[in-house]
Nanobody, 123 residues
């Protein structure tokens, strides 16, 4: 069992930056692919970014490529999402997830989910 707790969300203005963190429990963190998803108001949850278990490969949705960076610290059992040049359309609840498959943007590829952290970007 893996438990995930996101933090770092908030209300910012367009152009600002935020860093989300996802702290995990369990001794097998380093064996999981970690992903970030987001769910805008009244929309489906969508893939944002993923990082393979060793950290050597990352993947991003087109909408965030070049602005967001996912990273992980296996010693701290934590994954991060650095978000720069934020836009109002980035407003969403952001979820951290852990899974065994890398390369899929599907929610079904992830087994464990956090409760989410709200990010609101004002124009």
């Amino acid at each position: 069992q893996v438990q995930l707790v996101e933090s770092g969300g908030g209300l910012v203005q367009a152009g600002d930056s935020l860093r989300l963190s996802c702290a995990t429990s369990g001794r097998t963190f380093s064996s999981y692919t970690m992903g970030w998803f987001r769910q805008p108001p009244a929309k489906e949850r969508e893939f944002v970014a993923a990082i393979i278990y060793g950290g050597g490969s990352t993947d991003y949705a087109d909408a965030v490529k070049g602005r967001f960076t996912i990273s992980r610290d296996n010693a701290k059992n934590t994954v991060y999402l650095q978000m720069n040049s934020l836009k109002p359309e980035d407003t969403a609840t952001y979820y951290c997830a852990a899974g065994r498959v890398y390369g899929s943007w599907s929610r079904r590829a992830y087994d464990y989910w956090g409760q989410g952290t709200q990010v609101t970007v004002s124009s």
